[in-house]
């Protein structure tokens, strides 16, 4: 049995560091490295690549709104073509560096807003599937089970990897509660990793109203961007592995940088 | 005989336009094409190259200190990693959008205060040419003849491309005037014209003093910002032709994208 | 009998210039100034707040969303904090210009996407009325007549301007004809001069219907970033002043710099 | 006897946050707070103009280049009027700021390279102050002792701020070592605020060859990006405390808003 287990990182900009990726690239198989258009400026890219082709982590494009000043966590009403030409950059820009670095691009993980937002708008999820289409078919979509992206991808011939969130409750129909409702985020860190260890066995998680539900996870998101998400991050790795579930990426590492 | 023309291009940026591409595209043979650190945002970037792909004309990188306020005119005291992360970036990220557009990208142009600066400080320049050697050896690199990044890339075994300027008046040492003297910019296009078709043909210009001074042009850069500079460059153009020289670019013009 | 005319300026960024303000300035009596978000460096700002007072022209702040990018022409779900915070950042830095310039700012005029967006968001809205009165309830705030801000912005004590288009088409409901269909802008010189004269005179527009409508405008908006619009706007103005309207801002303008 | 003490806050910028602001502000007698140009969105400068007004903390503009991805420590080659234009923005920006938060800008400290290059450079210095004199000349400068731009503010008929370095060593001529340079930054706790307190009762520090200088410091600066600085901040307070020194700024600390 097996699972992936990805996380954001190269997360900083500049003077200003975020998250704690040098422990997590002991904990993920797949890393998400943000493109420098909500976070990670060239330097902070080359140097998390670099450790990350090091470690032998995947190496996934995190790509975004143009909006440092809001960590591409506000929805943008950005055109068609436009969208297409901003995701369509940050994809050329990571998979260069990521050669530079030894490693290439498996995947891309959309971030944040846009995240959400194509999960549901098929316009701007038709704008980021056509920049996947433009510069490599062959790299995988990670998004949530049942996103309008997600079936818009498999249908431009794109691999689909559904992802489930670790300390995240969901409603009995299977869609993430909203983190204005009480309880939306779970905080206890053996709760969690128990929940993370049953989707990967039995594809059930329990729903916030007490029933069980199906959830098909080909990854799961952790986070690193406090001391408390690193220690939930490595005991969620630790029941998995005690669990006798192996925490592998759904991309081959490349050893030889980029396939292109 | 033949000889290279290049102009700056997609230098647009959002809303701002900058210059007449389209009618560029008729004149010159390679077209140097903004990053988006001094200008051309990705759309800009895409639009630029699909043209140039159209018409035949050969695309470098027209890479900048990042400085949109600006336009990559002001000298940044960047250190050496960063600036390497930076060139290496933008080069990524234009080979990625030019594989797109249906074209290769043959040589770099750094712009600006980068261009005026690497010609004489050995640091940054160095930081630039281990970002070529870094993203792709085989590409060109277009600078001043006898420039300190000329010596340094063609030492690391990168083609150097020596660049003329059109319309600006030399020193009697081969070195530009500047352009805070008076006469430094030459306006009369048909002195122009004449002094482009002779350092073709002779490999000499008439220096500020008078004399005759030795150059050695690869390629001639022209201008196309204002109604003025496009016709200045059609009559630099029209006067080669009409002397038997060939407009040829100085690298091939890929036609099945990038060939890394 | 009088209306004011307004008019977007100093919309120019670094490089890239933007319209031609030297131009309207003899022509309308409101300039609406960027205050760098949308565009508009400093050095733009203090040289249009400049001119703008040298020809006795009324100036009001151009606040928009973040976004050069996007020119501020794209919805940004941007939280109410932040959203307060951005546009009294712009209000205070374009205020502190203006007394520099020996003027002061009237009025506030959003800009954009975010000009359409609080015409009907009560939330986005309430974020920038509460930045005005934060900053000066003494400024004006300009707006369509009707419009969700303009009615937080009168009950929070602020003067509400109601401004019209003079080349749209207006619905025979008076509300704005959305672009994207066939006829919204009208393009015909003495077509719009003799609606805009109508508007002031009797109040009353024709509608895409055929039909007239009521409509109330303090001010009407004019365009200078082409040099049809230029045309266009100096006939409106010399059509209003043949008919024996004058041409007046709706508030006064400073001599002696910010009243505060 | 008494003395200033003052750090950088308000340096987070959107999703990153920076330094222990909260700490500082009980510790410091003025706050250097960052105006957007290097550091500091205009959520992040609302809040902290707040928390010091409730602190009763003195305020003072923290003007930068136009450098985010540098965070303003790379010395840019900015024109004249470019650069009083950005400096009069940012100060006209953060004095609004000020006033809504309760408290006004008394003073201006500029930011890394900006303040470290007029120290030195006559053209850029004056510069800066013209954007002083421009917008408020009671605003007082903080600078090195016998600084280009302390010279040059003084002649304009600006209050000059004489500013020491808690931790770091200095030359027998009076400057600081370079940070290039072992031992330049000095970082036992007990010996950084002895030096400290000495600076202040007796006006003199022991330069790095051991032998005893003169200084005159009428605010010294202190850091609080580490937990470390906090700590270290906190000691040098003890220590003058006890010493029977007064920590109060050298400005009046408004109560009213802004004096304008």
Redesign the interface.
């Known amino acids: 049995m097996r699972v992936d287990l990805n996380s954001d990182m190269g997360?900083?900009?500049?003077?200003?560091p975020?998250g704690d990726d040098g422990a997590l690239l002991s904990i993920v198989s797949s890393a998400n490295i943000a493109c420098?258009f909500h976070?990670g400026?060239?330097?902070v890219?080359?140097s998390t690549l670099t450790m990350a082709a090091r470690r032998g982590v995947s190496v996934g494009a995190h790509v975004s709104y143009?909006?440092?000043?809001?960590?591409g966590?506000?929805?943008?009403?950005?055109?068609s073509?436009?969208l297409t030409?901003?995701v369509?950059?940050?994809?050329?820009?990571?998979?260069?560096?990521a050669?530079?670095a030894g490693t290439s691009v498996g995947y891309v993980k959309p971030h944040g807003?846009l995240y959400n937002r194509i999960a549901a708008d098929p316009v701007q999820a038709e704008a980021v599937v056509n920049a996947l289409v433009?510069?490599d078919p062959g790299m995988a979509l990670v998004t949530l089970p049942g996103s309008v992206v997600g079936d818009i991808a498999a249908k431009a011939g794109i691999r689909v990897i559904r992802e489930a969130f670790a300390d995240r409750a969901y409603t009995p129909q299977g869609a993430l509660v909203s983190r204005r409702v009480p309880g939306a985020v779970i905080t206890d860190v053996d709760q969690v990793a128990a929940r993370v260890s049953r989707m990967v066995r039995e594809g059930v998680v329990t729903a916030d109203d007490g029933g069980d539900i199906s959830i098909q996870a080909d990854s799961v998101c952790v986070h690193g961007d406090s001391p408390g998400a690193v220690a939930m991050a490595r005991a969620i790795r630790d029941r998995l592995v005690a669990d006798g579930i192996d925490i592998v990426p759904f991309v081959d590492v490349a050893s030889g940088g980029?396939r292109?």
Do not use: N
């Not at 143009?66 to 960590?71: K, P, S, T, V, Y």
């Open positions: 997360e900083g900009f500049g003077r200003w975020l420098g976070a400026d060239p330097s890219m080359l143009r909006d440092l000043a809001g960590f966590r506000r929805f943008m009403d950005v055109a073509d436009d030409a901003d369509a950059y940050q994809l050329s820009a990571i998979r260069g560096m050669r530079i807003a433009r510069v980029d292109v």
